[in-house]
């Protein structure tokens, strides 16, 4: 491609205007640098071959959701038919695995997906909860009323892990989490912050009315029992919950954030982050990928991103919210409503307890 075309295609990018349908990736990117936003989800710069932690990480959430959606999961722990699925759930991720083409590295392997499994399974060989029947992988767009509870053309959306009926509890949001770095109260600690989760939790109150939170299970790929602390666990859980108030402030938060993503858009300006670990990486943090491109000396409208290593451009749309053949493949039998209308969090008669500027 001739340098001379990116200015016109950019103009093309350009006039299809501002996304109206949004996910979390989109909104934490434009927070952590809008530069990476610009190339990641106007200009769809992906990776070539993408880091084998994205193939781990699928396949750790294959055996977790065929274990949880397998009836014998819930049989006698340790009786052959509980071994059986616990065997058929490693099988089918692993199939995944050597299907991905993905570079084994250091903790990314085979092998600690089978040991990581072994552990699993005996630290929880049953649970008071249970998957609810097609709530698992579950993608799902909601539309974002404006202030007022009045219909906008804004919708969020993403694909959480499933959403579980815990006994005492409720009905929960799951959300799998794989890490490289050691558990810590510090590590889990980020949950609480989490817009990610905030999000699945806004969702599902939109969808059922009222959930209990959300479970987050957590594992980290270091061999904790090698290693003899004896002070940082192979797993860890923990609930999260949120306010009604905390629920209102993500939906004004959002309108915020894609009032200043239009902005950025209107003046078609995307600056660099001026917070350098994204772009150099850090502890728990990968590399930016597009550092080849933001010290290339070029206005991004002329640089080739296929000039750069391990870089192409995106085909499919980015569009989270829709499951893939391959997850319908794995015998999810059907989803709930992907799609609903605004919900107005507050009754009429509770009043406000927050500023709420327009
Ligand atoms: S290298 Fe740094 S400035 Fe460039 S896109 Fe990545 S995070 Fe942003």
Not at 92 to 110: M, V
Request: with cysteine; net charge positive; hydrophobic share 35%.
């Amino acid at each position: 491609m001739s340098l001379e075309i990116f200015p016109q295609a950019e103009l093309v990018l350009r006039r299809a205007g501002p996304p109206r349908r949004y996910d979390n990736t989109m909104r934490v990117l434009f927070h952590q640098c809008q530069r990476k936003f610009y190339w990641w989800k106007i200009r769809k710069v992906d990776y070539l071959i993408r880091p084998s932690y994205f193939s781990w990480g699928s396949a750790w959430h294959i055996i977790k959701g065929h274990w949880y959606s397998h009836p014998d999961s819930k049989a006698e722990p340790f009786s052959p038919e509980w071994k059986n699925a616990a065997l058929e759930a490693l099988t089918i991720g692993l199939a995944f695995w050597d299907n991905s083409g993905a570079i084994e590295s250091k903790l990314d392997t085979r092998d600690n997906l089978i040991r990581l499994w072994k552990a699993y399974i005996l630290s929880y060989p049953t649970e008071n909860w249970k998957l609810v029947k097609g709530g698992a992988e579950l993608g799902w767009l909601w539309s974002l009323p404006r202030q007022g509870g009045q219909v906008s053309p804004y919708f969020l959306g993403g694909s959480m892990d499933g959403y579980i009926d815990w006994e005492d509890l409720g009905l929960m949001v799951l959300e799998e989490k794989t890490t490289g770095i050691w558990l810590s109260d510090f590590f889990m600690m980020q949950w609480k912050f989490s817009s990610q989760i905030t999000g699945y939790i806004w969702y599902l109150t939109q969808l059922l009315g009222e959930v209990g939170g959300a479970l987050i299970n957590t594992v980290t790929k270091q061999n904790v029992a090698a290693a003899k602390t004896g002070i940082t666990p192979q797993f860890a859980r923990q609930i999260e919950t949120r306010s009604e108030d905390d629920l209102f402030e993500f939906e004004h938060d959002w309108r915020r954030d894609i009032e200043a993503i239009e902005r950025s858009w209107d003046r078609w300006h995307w600056p660099k982050t001026t917070d350098t670990i994204n772009c150099t990486g850090g502890i728990g943090k990968s590399p930016c990928p597009y550092k080849g491109l933001c010290l290339s000396g070029l206005p991004p409208s002329l640089v080739d991103p296929l000039a750069f290593p391990n870089l192409t451009y995106r085909e499919e749309k980015w569009e989270p919210w829709k499951r893939s053949p391959e997850e319908r493949a794995r015998g999810k039998p059907f989803a709930l409503p992907s799609c609903g209308k605004p919900r107005l969090l507050r009754q009429k008669n509770k009043p406000h307890t927050k500023e709420t500027p327009s």
